[in-house]
């Protein structure tokens, strides 16, 4: 099963940013069994939430020829604890790319206020791929034309 961590797009810009949102109800398969008394949203799920999002902006920056994989992180604010029922918004951001790896930062709020960021994700690139395939899962996977 593959998870996405984010529901969809709703901003790309080319080569600069990216803002996707996510909905957090208590349904979501991560709440079953993960904590014993009380759900509480994973800090984890909010790392990979930006990281999807951050990753999808570089592949789409680079005309879909290469994929992205996450490869360091550093400088990383989690919430403590927040019980689910409530939506994020997701916000990406590039700083640097090239041939071989991009360099961004990503946030997280909820109502306008930052719960969550990461200041500094590193992803290698691959170069192997098929465009039209990553093209597609794109659009699936966004809700957007690429």
């Known amino acids: 099963m593959r998870f996405l961590y984010y529901d969809r797009v709703t901003g790309i810009e080319k080569g600069k940013a990216i803002v996707g949102v996510k909905a957090f109800p208590l349904s979501e398969e991560f709440f079953r069994g993960h904590f014993s008394r009380k759900a509480l949203v994973p800090g984890?799920?909010?790392?990979?939430?930006?990281?999807?999002?951050?990753?999808?902006?570089?592949i789409y920056s680079h005309d879909f020829r290469l994929s992205a994989i996450m490869s360091l992180i550093q400088d990383v604010e989690l919430p403590p604890?927040?019980?689910?029922?409530?939506?994020?918004?997701?916000?990406?951001?590039?700083?640097?790319?090239?041939?071989?790896?991009?360099?961004?930062?990503?946030?997280?709020?909820?109502?306008?206020?930052?719960?969550?960021?990461?200041?500094?994700?590193?992803?290698?690139?691959?170069?192997?791929?098929?465009?039209?395939?990553?093209?597609?899962?794109?659009?699936?996977?966004?809700?957007?034309?690429?």
């Open 44 to 58: 984890v799920i909010f790392i990979e939430a930006m990281a999807q999002l951050l990753g999808w902006l570089i």
């Open 81 to 146: 604890a927040l019980e689910p029922g409530f939506t994020a918004e997701i916000r990406g951001e590039i700083i640097t790319t090239t041939k071989r790896d991009s360099l961004g930062k990503a946030e997280v709020y909820i109502e306008g206020e930052k719960i969550a960021s990461m200041e500094r994700i590193i992803y290698s690139h691959f170069h192997r791929i098929e465009p039209e395939e990553l093209k597609r899962r794109f659009e699936y996977y966004s809700g957007m034309r690429a």
